[in-house]
């Protein structure tokens, strides 16, 4: 007898640094997730109104090139889809950034990878969405204290590629 394949839902990574996207897909790859690239806000709102799969979340850089940037997609997100989450980066102070739409959610560059994870599952938690995406990271608090220490081979490759150095790969020179 066949399986049935439950549908995996996508994380929609938008950033035009070519090499930061691939960082950020090969991410939510190792934790069994399925990535849509786009590097910029106009190509993710065409990927999201085509709908040819399933996106459960956004995580967007704030700062893209096009007429839009990632406030201006979020903006449009939120009200086409209120209840989809949405993580925007940027390496400017929240403070610089300019105001968020309601519900969308802001984490400062550079961030680690672990804690992109836990942002990750807070905001699909938050949209109902079943435990264990991605592969909750925060079960183990000693994780917590070596924030890089779970992140796999492939990731670890794409962060050198990327220029991070030393040990840690969430650590740039």
């Known amino acids: 007898m066949g399986q049935v394949q439950q549908k995996r839902r996508a994380v929609l990574v938008v950033e035009d640094d070519a090499d930061l996207r691939h960082l950020m897909a090969a ?12 590097e910029s806000a106009e190509a993710a709102l065409a990927t999201l109104l085509i709908g040819g799969r399933k996106v459960a979340m956004i995580f967007a850089d704030v700062r893209l090139r096009g007429v839009m940037d990632g406030i201006d997609l979020a903006r449009e997100v939120k009200m086409r889809w209120p209840f989809l989450p949405v993580i925007l980066t940027s390496g400017h102070p929240r403070e610089h950034v300019g105001k968020l739409p309601p519900g969308v959610a802001y984490m400062p560059k550079p961030w680690q990878p672990l804690n992109v994870l836990i942002a990750a599952e807070q905001a699909l938690a938050s949209r109902g969405m079943p435990p264990g995406f991605p592969a909750r990271p925060q079960a ?25 150095r030393g040990s840690d790969p969430c650590e740039r020179p």
């Open 27 to 38: 991410l939510f790859e190792d934790e069994q997730m399925d990535t849509i690239e786009c």
């Open 140 to 164: 183990n608090a000693v994780r917590l204290g070596r924030a890089c220490s779970h992140v796999r081979p492939k990731s670890r490759k794409r962060a050198r590629e990327c220029g991070f």
